[in-house]
């Protein structure tokens, strides 16, 4: 043992910690009750990992310790304690749980935490909930004993730029023979959780559903559970109300929302199981992170084992909630889990059981599903490109805006076919404003067919895949050829505008085609064009300009060139003909055809400033 583990020993804060405290300190939340939730249900953990080890040794439990949660309120002292008997912490792990953040997601929470009027739900959804007691306590006295060590280790902070630990006192560490105890030393004007009332409405509202007793210590008395402790997805759905599942929904998932949707149910048969989750209304802070991790917690004959078993594709990782088998060996390893087919099973019946649950929801609870589109949708619409088996199901499933509207389903668009359409056209960009003034509508809009805005990324991905939906396909407005003339115009006003003279094709695509040389791949007279001069679009064998956009940002995949389309009947392209060949003009006006389509794609120019010198040129040109 050396001297610095034995001596008391100061250390500072990781930054995001000390800013963190200090929005903390100076009460960013007009809730402060978030500090017992969040301190219980790391107790909780706690008592979780204990039982899980002791799985594999079962003397780290000891000869009839039960797993507990103890709160003690000691008004002569101004203290509130919460202590547990789980699995405890090690000097090292003091520092590193209660002196730093280890979380991508710390700056983005710090970031949240400041723009936040009511920053209400925010710790528990960033998972830096013991945090949370310093807006209760101006100072907190941690004791620790790990499972199965003899060493007792104390963490103190009053919340400033560090924390002390050292070595527990001899009455601390008779008193803590293993587990955590957290000892708060409230402020004047928290005192009112050292009542028993006020300790009792906080545990029965967020805390009633942990697995583990709760006992209450009054001053005098003797300790008293006051929580269920009961493992309420092995419940009947018979017994249960509405509010008893938004409880547990909110402390399962550390979360202030209500859910948008809940699915309890038992599966019987080769494999027995229950299952108990939930779809958040709101989006919580880690839903784009780079792995995808879902948030479903596994237990085997209710001994928790992981939330790390990856029981949902990434495209369902918002579902909340818990999965308990009967049959899996508790002592599961995490390679396993990975390869357990019995597990695989489950997995692939309870994904095709919350397709359904979603289909059922969008069929009879518009507005709540409308809760777990706009929250979820750019996630769900993942699993097209990546589940085969379920993306006819998904892509009913999907809501788009489209230029009819908000929210439609492709079932609507279809039922609005235009006389002599067999295909769905859809856009893709990177917004919605920018789509709905793309050029390549105006062929689509002349006909009045409804077309799919697609501005979220994922959208670039799915439709890269040949796509279909009740036997009619997806059609690119911006990618191959594209042929409408079956599919009469709304205005007869449209229609004579195929009397207008037109450039002559040959010519005129040659003379563009040698001003811009190696910048585009091919130029071509359009169909999609009615009044604007040009656009661009890529060939109907190779990616879509957006998803090259995206791969580009990342450093992934060749950038090709597109093809120029060109409006014949535009009096910029009839310019051009009558230009003299070889003419600066020529050069001129062809590139300006490229550019001002590159532009109106959210492109800048290849060489911003010959842009800008070659249209004031043609501008001064012009006025001369």
């Known amino acids: 043992m050396t001297t610095s583990d034995t001596a008391v020993h ?114 528990g959804q960033f998972g830096v909930g013991f945090y949370s007691a310093f807006m209760v306590a101006e100072k907190i006295d941690v004791v620790s004993r790990r499972a199965g060590e003899s060493d007792v280790w104390t963490w103190t902070s ?31 004007d928290a005192k009112k959780y050292l009542e028993t009332y006020e300790i009792e409405r ?38 249960l109300t509405a509010d008893d599942y938004k409880k547990a929904y909110q402390q399962i998932a550390s979360a202030f929302d209500d859910p948008a949707m809940t699915l309890h149910y038992r599966a019987e048969g080769r494999y027995s199981y229950a299952v108990l989750l939930f779809a958040p209304s709101t989006k919580p802070f880690d839903l784009f992170e780079p792995n995808r991790k879902g948030r479903v917690k596994l237990y085997v004959r209710r001994v928790f084992i992981t939330d790390d078993a990856d029981l949902l594709p990434g495209y369902l990782r918002f579902i909340r909630g818990v999965v308990d088998s009967e049959d899996l060996p508790l002592n599961i390893s995490r390679e396993m ?99 709905k003034s793309n050029p390549r509508l105006e062929a689509a809009t002349a006909r009045g067919i409804e077309v799919m805005l697609l501005s979220d990324p994922v959208d670039a991905f799915w439709t890269s895949m040949p796509s279909e939906f009740d036997g009619k396909p997806l059609k690119s407005l911006s990618q191959g050829d594209l042929n409408l003339d079956l599919i009469p115009r709304l205005d007869d006003k449209d229609e004579a505008k195929k009397d207008e003279p037109e450039a002559d094709e040959a010519a005129t695509i040659a003379v563009i085609k040698a001003a811009l040389g190696e910048r585009v791949s ?32 990342q450093n992934r995949g060749m950038k090709t060139k597109p093809i120029l389309e060109i409006n014949l009947r535009h009096p910029l392209v009839s310019a051009i003909t009558k230009a003299q060949a070889g003419s600066r003009d020529v050069d001129d006006l062809s590139l300006l055809l490229l550019e001002q389509a590159q532009i109106l794609d959210g492109e800048l120019p290849e060489d911003p400033a010959a842009f800008a010198a070659r249209l004031n040129r043609l501008v001064l040109q012009g006025l001369g």
Request: proline letters at 3%.
């Open 522 to 553: 091919d130029v071509k007279a359009s169909t999609r064009l009615t009044s604007s001069a040009s656009c661009l679009v890529a060939d109907s064998q190779g990616p879509s300009r957006e998803l090259e956009r995206i791969l580009s940002q």
């Open 202 to 239: 906080i545990v029965g509202a967020y805390s009633d559903n942990i697995l583990f007793p709760i006992e209450l210590v009054p001053g005098e008395g003797e300790p008293r559970q006051i929580n269920s402790a009961s493992a309420l997805w092995q419940r009947l759905k018979s017994e």
């Open 10 to 123: 100061t250390q500072p804060f990781q930054a995001e910690v000390s800013e963190l405290l200090h929005l903390m300190v100076h009460s960013v939340y007009s809730e402060t009750d978030i500090f017992l939730r969040e301190l219980i249900s790391n107790a909780s953990d706690a008592c979780d990992k204990l039982r899980y080890e002791a799985i594999a040794s079962p003397d780290l439990l000891g000869e009839g310790d039960a797993l507990r949660i103890r709160i003690i309120p000691n008004k002569s002292a101004g203290t509130l304690t919460i202590a547990d008997n789980g699995i405890g912490m090690e000097r090292q792990e003091l520092i590193d749980h209660l002196g730093t953040i280890a979380r991508s997601g710390t700056k983005a929470f710090v970031s949240k935490l400041k723009e936040a009027k009511d920053g209400l739900g925010l710790i």
């Open 337 to 435: 889990l990975q390869n357990n087919p019995q597990l695989a099973q489950i997995r692939k019946a309870v994904a095709t059981r919350v397709v359904s649950e979603l289909e059922s929801l969008a069929e009879k609870d518009a507005e709540n599903f409308a809760k777990i589109w706009d929250a979820f949708g750019a996630v769900l619409k993942e699993g097209i490109y990546e589940d085969f088996e379920r993306r006819e199901k998904l892509l009913a499933l999907s809501r788009f805006t489209t230029t009819s509207g908000e929210k439609r389903s492709l079932k609507q668009v279809i039922a609005d076919f235009k006389p002599n359409q067999t295909e769905i056209y859809y856009l893709v960009g990177d917004s919605i404003e920018r789509l």
């Open 158 to 188: 009053s919340g400033g730029s560090g924390f002390e630990i050292a070595r527990a006192s001899d009455e601390d560490a008779a008193r803590v023979t293993r587990g955590t105890e957290i000892v708060l030393h409230l402020k004047d």
